[in-house]
Nanobody
Framework: VQLQASGGGLVQAGGSLRLSCAASGSIFRLNAMGWYRQAPGKQRELVARIISGGMTNHADSVKGRFTISRDNAINTVYLQMNSLKPEDSAVYYC???????????WGQGTQVTVSS
């Protein structure tokens, strides 16, 4: 499985960005896909996850502002980020999981920087 992430950038606080993650390869094996982020000096954390049945989970820190979704026709998962805050600044990683929720595959990171 290969994951190609895109869509990061620099935005002012209150702005929006949409991240995309295109999956290829043996995607039929995947149980879930999600987005993680890692800020300097901090551990990587789960931002949002979407499971094969369509159920989603969002971290408390982004609920109401971020939305994960997917387009099965093109094997792509999105993260719509609204009302961005400086503390959302991080490298965002796309991830995919097999039988468990733990990531088995990672995409390259994409930098999101929110200026105050």
């Amino acid at each position: 499985v290969q994951l190609q992430a895109s869509g990061g950038g620099l935005v002012q606080a209150g702005g929006s960005l949409r991240l995309s993650c295109a999956a290829s390869g043996s995607i039929f094996r995947l149980n879930a896909m999600g987005w993680y982020r890692q800020a300097p000096g901090k551990q990587r954390e789960l931002v949002a996850r979407i499971i094969s049945g369509g159920m989603t989970n969002h971290a408390d820190s982004v609920k109401g502002r971020f939305t994960i979704s997917r387009d099965n026709a093109i094997n792509t998962v999105y993260l719509q980020m609204n009302s961005l805050k400086p503390e959302d600044s991080a490298v965002y990683y796309c991830a995919a999981s097999l039988a468990t929720m733990l990531p088995s595959y990672w995409g390259q990171g994409t930098q999101v920087t929110v200026s105050s």
